[in-house]
């Protein structure tokens, strides 16, 4: 089990069994797309909205069947790489997590298909779970988005010109909504209140935008090394992400605008030039307050070892240096 986890025996045990779900559903594919799911699906990442799904499920001291969050877990990791597949078709990008992306070594077309299967998969885990406790709408919402924000995105690739308002509405539905869902998912599998639900929902929506701004600053101020990834990578790939925007509305002589209309971008240059007008610095306090948000939310839940460990994850994803 992934080392982020070491310390929480309790949800390292679960996310075990999500795994093993996970292993088992794919084992089931098809033709030539079976060993690559099977070798894309081991390569673990920290399995952050699976483990937000076995924690929600344990709100108010809930005990949910086992068997059931399992499957909804693993649904939402299924989900979760599959946009990772689809994000990484439309930047182009090389490398994931250290390693090749599924479309550098099969192409698009296949890589395509195999991001689609994962999505068809995940819906069938979820219709594991009786309908009355699962709102499919509220499903099908936050997958739209998430769907819907990777349309923008495309579509704004070069557009350094975007507010932080619209900024803010992408991300939360690129990455808060499906935190949003998982949170959702584990309260709704222990049939907890409707009013508990929208608090874990809420929840797991604003650790989604803190989650995300925090990634965006790391473009710009982490270790390559560490990320698996190029810094700078959005720069280069023309998304605008909030340390960006925030150099933008500081940059009174307008130096970096006029630098980001260069054929191709300077990355290294405009990325010094964002660290110097404060961008990451002004995103982190943005960062802050979606943390705020996610705290009050937090303390409306009873007290319990649940609510203790969705804190801690709280405080590790919006404090993480790599």
Not at 3 to 17: A, C, H, I, T, Y
Not at 192 to 212: E, K, N, W
Not at 241 to 246: D, E, G, H, N, S
Request: charged share 25%.
């Amino acid at each position: 089990m992934n080392n982020f986890w070491k310390d929480e025996p309790l949800v390292s045990r679960g996310l075990e069994q999500v795994q093993s779900r996970i292993e088992q559903t794919v084992s089931g594919a098809r033709g030539f797309i079976r060993p690559y799911l099977q070798q894309l699906l081991t390569q673990q990442g920290k399995m952050l909205r699976p483990a937000c799904v076995l924690l929600s499920s344990r709100a108010e001291g809930a005990a949910a069947d086992e068997d059931e969050t399992a499957d909804l877990a693993a649904g939402v990791e299924l989900i979760h790489t599959a946009s990772l597949i689809h994000d990484d078709i439309i930047d182009e990008a090389p490398l994931r997590r250290g390693e090749s992306t599924l479309h550098s070594r099969i192409g698009n077309r296949k890589a395509v298909v195999a991001g689609d299967y994962l999505m068809a998969k995940a819906f069938s885990l979820f219709s594991s779970v009786p309908a009355d406790r699962i709102r499919p709408q509220v499903v099908s919402d936050r997958i739209g988005r998430l769907c819907e924000s990777e349309i923008d995105q495309d579509g704004e690739m070069g557009d350094f010109s975007i507010s932080i308002g619209h900024y803010l509405r992408r991300i939360g539905g690129k990455t808060a909504a499906l935190f949003s869902l998982s949170c959702y998912l584990g309260a709704a599998s222990s049939n907890l209140s409707r009013l508990q639900q929208h608090r874990l929902s809420r929840f797991g929506y604003t650790l989604g935008m803190a989650f995300q701004i925090q990634d965006d600053i790391l473009d710009y101020r982490g270790d390559e090394r560490h990320l698996g990834k190029e810094t700078a990578r959005d720069l280069q790939a023309g998304i605008a992400t909030l340390p960006l925007l925030c150099a933008l509305q500081n940059d009174s002589s307008g130096a970096l605008a006029q630098l980001l209309k260069s054929h191709p971008v300077r990355a290294d240059e405009a990325c010094d030039m964002v660290l110097r007008l404060g961008g990451p610095a002004e995103a982190e306090s943005i960062a802050e307050a979606y943390h705020r948000r996610a705290r009050r939310e937090l303390s409306r839940l009873p007290a319990g070892e649940a609510s203790v460990m969705l804190g801690r994850l709280l405080d590790r994803l919006t404090g993480r240096s790599r």
